[in-house]
């Protein structure tokens, strides 16, 4: 156990008590317990709490507001400067660390094939890897649990990297991460940047504010050097030469395999294999072939003369990539993608992706992806404004019904089901529901295999 005062005595602090002797350091009440240091954070929803906060052992406030309409007897409320040093201070008691390799990747799209593909040449060169990001918290590749961000929180990442043995932690550094400072003085031994193109305008609101927000990657630089294979990153903007310690381009020689994704992939594969380099101080001997794409990243599944992708693409660059990608595997065959735009987030963003799909689709369905609180006509309507021939897109706001229709008309087609990826959920009106594209698309075509054994058969 630990005296919090005593941490905390280099920080000022106004508490109904004296001596606080805590166990843990939890920062949402479902984890938390009587001997936890809970830090609970003002939001939108913090009114539905504060009576049950009474039960835990010591809670610390940033926000004088709620402090004051806590009757828990254990309370401090510290300044707002000084939220995440008391928690390193509790976690460095606690949750110490070593001097463990840590990877940060960041960038727009890309950054989860990129852990993923790093997470396998590290394993196979004989090393202990712990992956962290959207599909999840992995230890060689064994899932830990699931993750409900790209990147967990201060408190979750220190807690991470404790309690796991590993040589090598992957962690994805979105930039809601790094504006929010969720690496608070964590050093990065090497970091990755795959791309950068239009994205959470929602949050950052221009494109200006989320480049800086990229850039905070800076901050956690141990090396000094960021790798990109990403010659355009370079190019489009300048300011990289000004702000970054050290810029790499990387070019690795990969042969693409179109039959696995590669050739799409393959910025994303060169990456990875110049940050294993980087960081080993030897080339990789694993073959690319074997870096099979992550689940939600460019997935095949083949039914006869046709072939279905599901990806995560939800950006107009990503768009852009995967279908200029698929149009080039076989031109011969017809492109149909399937996609729609997320709910409560950038608007702007989605006639750029209706845009980027009519670009090189020959049909478009579009459909629902995870509306949120918004009308999910409203969204779709956002996205027809991008199609020069609306009429002849089309829609289904229902998004399984959407995935049937297009699987419907496969026959000698390529069909990309683009937006949800990973994702087992749809999020209507605040309430996850499950839905798995991968589970649709399954099903619906062992429906049609088996219609068309029956047909065969009473032939």
Known sequence: MINIQEILGGITINSNGENFKVEDICWKTSFSNKESVLFFKSTVNSHKYIDSLESFRVVVFGDESMYEKSKSESKILISKDDWL??????????????????????????????????????????KSVLRVGTLGEYLNGEKLSESSLTTPSFIDIRKLLFKNSFDVAIFEASSHSLEQERFYKLKFSLAGWTNFSQDHLDYHETMDEYFKAKLKINNHLESEKILTSDESLLLKNKEVFKTTKSMIFTKQAIDSNKSLGLDFNQKNIELSFGLFEEISGKKSSLNPIALLPARGRFNFIEFKDALVVIDFAHTPDALEKICNSLKKMNEDKKLVVLFGCGGDRDRLKRKLMAQAVEKYAD??????????????????????????????????VDRESSIKNALSEIENNILLIAGKGHETYQEIMGVKNYFSDFDIVELELSRQEDNSCKKGLEG
Not at 87 to 104: A, F, N
Request: one cysteine or more; charged letters at 30%.
């Open 85 to 126: 040093n008391s928690q390193k201070l509790i976690l460095d008691e606690l949750y110490p660390i070593g001097d463990e390799k840590i990877i940060g990747i960041t960038g727009t799209n890309g950054k989860t094939s990129v852990s993923c593909y790093l997470e396998k040449l590290f394993i196979h060169d004989g």
């Open 363 to 396: 049909k478009v369905f579009l459909t629902s992806d995870n509306p949120r609180s918004e009308d999910p006509m409203q969204i779709i309507n956002d996205a027809l404004e991008g199609f020069k021939k609306p009429d002849e897109v089309n829609i289904e």
